[in-house]
């Protein structure tokens, strides 16, 4: 099972260049699906905005819980209490936010088809190796904590957790990837407006 989940790391981090490869493509020289008013540009941006600060901010709070823990402990405290991947749900999250501020329906469908394709499979064999590590006592994690969909009553959280802050700083850093391109996007979008970086299509 390890051997499956480096497998699949590897394979996600090679997929996700070459989707990063097509979304960069897209975004700068493709223009957007639909022209809104100042008011809806506005408020579409907004809301983004704030996916993505849940987002940076929700998997900041995830990754203190497993720095140092994931795999060899069972986490079901903090996040892990409400929902068993909350990883993967703040980054859907963020996703859809910069799929928003993109305003390109292709870039959107793509983000979106990303984690049904993919993620699905990455959870199954995470989840597979962690009932063959913890058993039952997994097993009855599973059986009240929902997959992808919060659960905010089964909340617990312990006063004192100790965490590897080693690990907990490259986690840190991790986590401004999405803020980061919410700030390219919107520098790209700037761009074609003056006319420093020409739109060569449209897409629906």
């Not at 905010?152 to 802050?165: L, N, P, S, T, V």
Request: proline share 4%; aromatic share 18%.
């Amino acid at each position: 099972m390890e051997k499956i989940l480096h497998i699949s790391k590897e394979y996600r981090i090679a997929l996700t260049r070459v989707f990063g490869a097509a979304f960069l493509f897209l975004l700068l020289f493709s223009g957007y699906s639909w022209t809104p008013n100042v008011y809806v540009h506005l408020a579409v941006d907004l809301v983004a905005f704030l996916l993505i600060l849940i987002c940076t901010f929700g998997r900041l709070w995830a990754l203190a819980y497993i720095s140092g823990h994931k795999t060899k402990d069972l986490i079901t405290d903090g996040p892990y209490s409400l929902v068993r991947n909350p990883l993967y749900l703040f980054s859907l999250i963020g996703a859809v936010g910069v799929g928003m501020v993109s305003k390109n329906v292709v870039v959107f469908a793509l983000i979106l088809f990303l984690f049904i394709l993919y993620y699905p499979f990455v959870i199954r064999a995470e989840e597979k190796h962690l009932l063959e590590v913890h058993g039952q006592d997994f097993e009855k994690y599973r059986e009240k904590t929902p997959m992808f969909i919060p659960n905010f009553k089964g909340f617990q959280e312990q006063q004192y957790y100790r965490i590897d802050a080693r690990l907990f700083r490259r986690a840190f850093f991790s986590v401004t990837w999405f803020p980061l391109i919410y700030m390219i996007l919107l520098a790209i979008e700037k761009l074609h407006a003056s006319g420093a970086i020409p739109v060569l299509f449209s897409v629906p």
